[in-house]
């Protein structure tokens, strides 16, 4: 999580607090590699017209009780997107790094800037400079926005009629009872093709012999570029006074992005893999402990019987 607040806290589900535990694990395995992976951490962000230094939180959006109010009448926005890779101090670079201003009709979440068909495109000239750095098996790690996990074209979706949804069934082998509604087609089918069909960026991405990892929900913190996008819109937000003009963000915003040091870049991966290996060795630590509670009670199951057994034999 980005912060901590007394009297707050994320009710995670089993479900989180598992995806949350298997990736943790596996960025953890990677690292241990030898050599280690190289990983690439992907997210987008914005900065507004008005954005000044004493905006800046790394508390998670999605906290409602603990995120201040927000400021009325920001002005327009420049969105941004861009990657991450550790490579040393003096080599960690931004990678892929775009940015556009948004529309006069700006929705109210900045994740509605960005479409599947723009972060596609996005994606494809990333997996082109990984070419070109000569980098191999790659971790891509991304969050789970919906633009990120969009299907292939031509997948089914659930607007389809109920006789192509049967055809679609028929293609992909799945059992379905043709007199079922229209529900419960798409039902039996959107399960196996979100169990079976990947992403589009993840088919890229194997394609080219890279993997995605999606990092958990609420889960900020295991996300370094969180951090450098903090440190690159505090450099923004600190220059701003009322007379400053949108184009004068815009003109500090690309300043800051050119001369950010590949040692910050680096400091923020480093600090978040070192979170990630004290939470894999915590996880470790419960498992070990589970499966030594299970040995105590199998061993004081078996002295149980034991006991009935010799109890047995005495009343012989």
């Given at each position: 999580?980005?912060?901590?607040?007394?009297?707050?806290?994320?009710?995670?589900?089993?479900?989180?607090?598992?995806?949350?535990?298997?990736?943790?694990?596996?960025?953890?395995?990677?690292?241990k590699e030898s050599p280690s992976r190289t990983i690439v951490y992907i997210d987008e962000s914005y900065i507004h017209h008005h954005y000044s230094r004493h905006?800046?939180?790394?508390?998670?959006?999605?906290?409602?009780?603990?995120?201040?109010?927000?400021?009325?009448?920001?002005?327009?926005?420049?969105?941004?997107?861009?990657?991450?890779?550790?490579?040393?101090?003096?080599?960690?670079?931004?990678?892929?790094?775009?940015?556009?201003?948004?529309?006069?009709?700006?929705?109210?979440?900045?994740?509605?800037?960005?479409?599947?068909?723009?972060?596609?495109?996005?994606?494809?000239?990333?997996?082109?400079?990984?070419?070109?750095?000569?980098?191999?098996?790659?971790?891509?790690?991304?969050?789970?926005?919906?633009?990120?996990?969009?299907?292939?074209?031509?997948?089914?979706?659930?607007?389809?009629?109920?006789?192509?949804?049967?055809?679609?069934?028929?293609?992909?082998?799945?059992?379905?009872?043709?007199?079922?509604?229209?529900?419960?087609?798409?039902?039996?089918?959107?399960?196996?093709?979100?169990?079976?069909?990947?992403?589009?960026?993840?088919?890229?991405?194997?394609?080219?012999?890279?993997?995605?990892?999606?990092?958990?929900?609420?889960?900020?913190?295991?996300?370094?570029?969180?951090?450098?996008?903090?440190?690159?819109?505090?450099?923004?937000?600190?220059?701003?006074?009322?007379?400053?003009?949108?184009?004068?963000?815009?003109?500090?915003?690309?300043?800051?992005?050119?001369?950010?040091?590949?040692?910050?870049?680096?400091?923020?991966?480093?600090?978040?893999?070192?979170?990630?290996?004290?939470m894999s060795l915590y996880l470790e630590t419960l498992d070990e402990a589970d499966e030594e509670l299970g040995q105590c009670s199998s061993d004081d199951e078996g002295s149980v019987d034991n006991a009935s057994e010799a109890s047995s034999d005495d009343d012989e």
């Amino acid at each position: 999580m980005r912060g901590a607040h007394k009297g707050s806290a994320y009710g995670l589900t089993k479900e989180l607090v598992l995806k949350r535990d298997n990736y943790v694990r596996f960025i953890d395995a990677a690292l241990k590699e030898s050599p280690s992976r190289t990983i690439v951490y992907i997210d987008e962000s914005y900065i507004h017209h008005h954005y000044s230094r004493h905006n800046d939180s790394l508390y998670h959006p999605d906290d409602k009780v603990a995120t201040p109010p927000k400021a009325k009448h920001k002005g327009r926005r420049l969105c941004f997107v861009a990657g991450i890779m550790s490579d040393g101090e003096e080599n960690s670079r931004l990678l892929g790094l775009e940015i556009f201003q948004g529309g006069k009709c700006q929705p109210k979440d900045y994740h509605g800037m960005f479409t599947h068909a723009f972060f596609v495109d996005w994606f494809g000239d990333l997996l082109e400079e990984l070419e070109k750095l000569q980098k191999y098996g790659v971790i891509i790690a991304m969050d789970n926005a919906k633009y990120h996990q969009g299907k292939p074209f031509g997948t089914p979706t659930g607007s389809m009629k109920k006789a192509d949804m049967l055809a679609a069934c028929a293609t992909y082998g799945v059992e379905v009872d043709e007199r079922s509604t229209r529900p419960v087609v798409w039902a039996a089918l959107k399960d196996h093709i979100d169990r079976t069909v990947k992403s589009e960026v993840e088919s890229m991405a194997m394609e080219r012999g890279h993997l995605v990892a999606w990092t958990p929900p609420y889960h900020s913190d295991l996300q370094p570029i969180e951090m450098v996008w903090s440190d690159v819109k505090g450099k923004v937000g600190r220059q701003y006074t009322v007379t400053t003009s949108f184009e004068d963000v815009r003109v500090r915003l690309d300043a800051a992005f050119a001369t950010l040091p590949s040692k910050t870049i680096y400091n923020c991966i480093g600090h978040t893999e070192r979170k990630v290996a004290a939470m894999s060795l915590y996880l470790e630590t419960l498992d070990e402990a589970d499966e030594e509670l299970g040995q105590c009670s199998s061993d004081d199951e078996g002295s149980v019987d034991n006991a009935s057994e010799a109890s047995s034999d005495d009343d012989e």
